[in-house]
């Protein structure tokens, strides 16, 4: 769409019309001061993803709706324009006027598609293989821009990925779902987030096909040997942290810290007795570089 185009507007039967509009960032601003009071807060991450979207011209009209009520008031679409102020650049998207009362009751009570019906959707991955493919390409993606850094590191918050750039890390990651699967697999003989598993498999394969395959074939198959063994240092750890309370959960920050830490042990034939990652008050160890 140009966007000098002329618009075509559509009618509903209670006088709603919708159309497709080129917001500039002066015109967000004029309709976020339409913004209705009692809005739902804004989401900075979602409004950093949107903007980074923009601004590399990945935008897409998705079929989503920025909407005023029947006083004119803005009641869905904060974020989109939020983003579009500060991304200082214009966007197309579809608007609708003149939603009723009844509507704003039943707004946004659908279940939302999740980033893996969003794969399977659009072809990027099987069902079977949706979630972890997606939460693979996340933390792969946070890895290497170094959003990842130490073994409390968490993903999300300003780095949470829109659907456009997971759809392009997903198109970009090599092998990414027969890593997804190899994980799922793994998971199975070290209760590690599937994500986790599946980046080191990912890294260490760039390393070295048969050491991957030897490393984790010791850990599916429990060969360790006796005191200092990587290996065993790694499984009681991991034992002993999901015993610890039923509430408690490994974050994959910290699966990579004990992955990578193990794999280097492996490597280098070291022995390691102690899988340390710190404190809030000593600082946590940060994640080695897999050798």
């Known amino acids: 769409m140009k966007k000098d185009q002329a618009p075509t507007v559509a009618h509903g039967p209670a006088s709603e019309t919708a159309e497709f509009v080129f917001v500039t960032p002066e015109l967000a601003v004029s309709w976020l001061a339409l913004n209705i009071d009692n809005n739902r807060n804004v989401r900075k991450s979602r409004i ?14 998705t079929g989503e709706a920025i909407k005023f009520d029947t006083e004119g ?19 197309w998207v579809l608007v609708v006027r003149g939603v009723s009362e009844e509507a704003l009751v039943v707004l946004d009570s659908g279940a939302a598609r999740s980033t893996g019906d969003m794969l399977i959707i659009t072809g990027l991955s099987e069902r079977a293989d949706a979630k ?11 890895y290497q821009a170094g959003d990842v850094k130490h073994a409390a ?17 997903v198109l970009t990651i090599p092998y990414i779902e027969f890593a997804a699967r190899h994980a799922r697999g793994m998971y199975r003989y ?21 050491d991957t395959a030897e490393f984790f074939n010791r850990i ?12 065993l240092t790694l499984s009681r750890r991991v034992t002993s942290d999901l015993q610890s309370g039923a509430a408690r959960r490994i974050l994959p920050g910290q699966a990579l810290f004990y992955l990578f830490r193990t794999w280097n042990a492996f490597r280098e034939h070291e022995a390691l007795v102690k899988l340390q990652i710190g404190s809030t ?3 946590f160890t940060p994640i080695p570089v897999p050798k």
């Open 48 to 61: 950093n993803g949107y903007v980074r979207d923009i601004q590399s011209d990945r935008w897409v009209i």
């Open 73 to 91: 008031r803005l009641i869905d679409g904060q974020n989109r324009c939020q983003a579009i102020v500060a991304a200082g650049k214009g966007a």
């Open 132 to 142: 972890d493919v997606g939460a693979i390409a996340r933390l792969q993606t946070a």
């Open 153 to 169: 590191s968490h993903i999300g918050g300003s780095y949470g990925l829109t659907k456009s750039e997971l759809a392009e890390a």
């Open 190 to 210: 070290l209760r590690l987030p599937v994500s986790a598993l599946g980046v080191a498999f990912l890294e260490f394969s760039k390393l070295s096909a048969d």
């Open 220 to 231: 599916r198959d429990g060969i360790q040997n006796g005191p200092g063994d990587p290996f």
């Open 281 to 283: 008050q000593a600082g």
